[in-house]
């Protein structure tokens, strides 16, 4: 397990400040921030995770609830694939898990999972704790919608032998989801010049021959009927 950042050398707390601000913006876990929280406490550059929260700008209950990962055992965190998996919803599965099984069985069953493609922590703890195969397809991209219901997760296998590539695999991305939209637009234009031509084909007001009015017959003078 490598955490973006190293917090033993940090001297005070502008150092501090400008670490957790790069950290931040390079995405850091939320396991490597309680990691970088309880250091900072341990070093006592600040006495209480209240005063640490209100210098860092965050919330205390997410403080105590990163500083709370930390619990995880590195094992377990390079078992199922580092710890950018870890996150507040992962962290509490990761931890009743090892309660569950043990952290050994853990760590081998997730080893056992990443072999047979499951990447997914949700995955893995199916396979691990449950012992039972994933219903979802290994090998495969999966897309989940995020909590702020405005962006997406992208689960990509094999995802290590593409980091020395991601400003490709960004452009890739873009380009695809450019032409996509695309193709989705020209699905709906395609959709609505059909419901035009359907429209077009109906006559309004056509009536069938059954609809269509008929003069009554004339009679002549002597009672005879003219249907001419």
């Known amino acids: 397990m490598d955490p973006k950042i190293n917090p033993k050398p940090i001297p005070n707390r502008v150092t501090a400040k400008a670490v957790h601000a790069r950290m931040r913006a390079e995405r850091a876990s939320h396991y490597e921030l309680g990691l970088f929280y309880q250091a900072m406490l341990k070093r006592r550059l600040w006495t209480s995770q209240r005063d640490l929260a209100e210098s860092l700008g965050i919330s205390r209950p997410n403080i105590s609830k990163a500083i709370a990962l ?4 590195v094992g377990v965190v390079d078992a199922i694939g580092g710890a950018g998996k870890i996150s507040f919803r992962i962290g509490p599965l990761l931890l009743d898990a090892i309660d569950k099984i043990g952290e050994a069985r853990l760590i081998e069953s997730a080893g056992e999972a990443l072999r047979l493609g499951y990447i997914a922590v949700d995955d893995i703890l199916e396979f691990a704790v449950f012992d039972r195969i994933p219903q979802r397809a290994a090998n495969k991209i999966r897309v989940h919608l995020a909590r702020d219901k405005k ?7 094999g995802l290590d032998e593409l980091l020395p590539h991601l400003p490709r695999v960004e452009t890739f991305i873009s380009t695809a989801f450019v032409m996509f939209k695309a193709a989705l637009a ?9 419901a035009q031509r359907r429209l077009r084909t109906k006559t309004p007001g056509r009536k069938d021959a059954t609809d269509r009015d008929v003069k009554p017959p004339r009679q002549g003078q002597d009672g005879s009927a003219d249907v001419g």
Not at 70 to 73: A, C, K, L, N, V
Not at 151 to 157: C, F, G, N, Q, T
Request: aromatic fraction near 0%.
């Open 151 to 157: 962006s997406l997760r992208v689960d990509i296998p």
């Open 186 to 194: 020209a699905d709906i234009a395609a959709a609505a010049k059909k």
């Open 70 to 73: 930390t619990g995880i055992p």
